[in-house]
T-cell receptor
């Protein structure tokens, strides 16, 4: 099946630890995105990548880092510098010239 | 990207048409109107988009006013599975990979 996978669905970490969230797509899409969602709020863009080996900061990039070494993979690292990391994280991808973004199921990160 | 204004919540009886309004009074001539929805704890799902003509697909219809300052998403025969948060987004579409800016959306509840 083609689609976007995020793992794990739920993730718990201790405060001060870095954690990496996985996002993989087999849709052959060029662009990939990471969003953060807090309770009762809309999605906010963290980072996006329109092509392999290139990425740009979104609206709330501080405390996060990404890499795009392969077209199908766009991992997000939540560093200890992120002050409020507990949130629902969503990954998305879109084809070149496409109209829609396809979203993964999300990872709910809780920092204790 | 132009800002959008949506009602916080709406109810609709099952089987009736659900009409979700969106104001985007500062929209510019080459900005598109997109609609996504998010069912609880899942990733958002693309519904429809348009520039100035009315659009229809298997999920919904999009009615854009002639001055393009507002639009309405219509779900013709709402079912319980249409209960979700609906986001109206306005953005440029040059290459198709541009980022989306999500507001807080409208929480639509379908009443049995």
């Amino acid at each position: 099946d083609g689609g976007i996978t995020q793992s794990p669905k739920y993730l718990f970490r201790k405060e001060g630890q870095n954690v990496t969230l996985s996002c993989e797509q087999n849709l052959n899409h060029d662009a990939m995105y990471w969003y953060r969602q807090d309770p009762g709020q809309g999605l906010r863009l963290i980072y996006y990548s329109q092509i392999v080996n290139d990425f740009q900061k979104g609206d709330i990039a501080e405390g996060y880092s990404v890499s795009r070494e392969k077209k199908e993979s766009f991992p997000l690292t939540v560093t200890s510098a992120q002050k409020n990391p507990t949130a629902f994280y969503l990954c998305a991808s879109s084809p070149a010239g496409g109209n829609e973004q396809f979203f993964g199921p999300g990872t709910r990160l809780t920092v204790l | 990207d132009a800002k959008t204004t949506q009602p916080t919540s709406m109810d609709c009886a099952e089987g009736r048409a659900a009409n979700l309004p969106c104001n985007h009074s500062t929209i510019s001539g080459n900005e598109y109107v997109y609609w996504y929805r998010q069912i609880h704890s899942q990733g958002p799902q693309y519904i429809i988009h348009g520039l100035k003509n009315n659009e229809t697909n298997e999920m919904a219809s999009l009615i854009i006013t002639e001055d393009r300052k507002s639009s309405t998403l219509i779900l013709p025969h709402a079912t319980l599975r249409d209960t979700a948060v609906y986001y109206c987004i306005v953005r440029f579409r040059l290459f198709g990979n541009e980022k989306l800016t999500f507001g807080t959306g409208t929480r639509l509840t379908i009443i049995p």
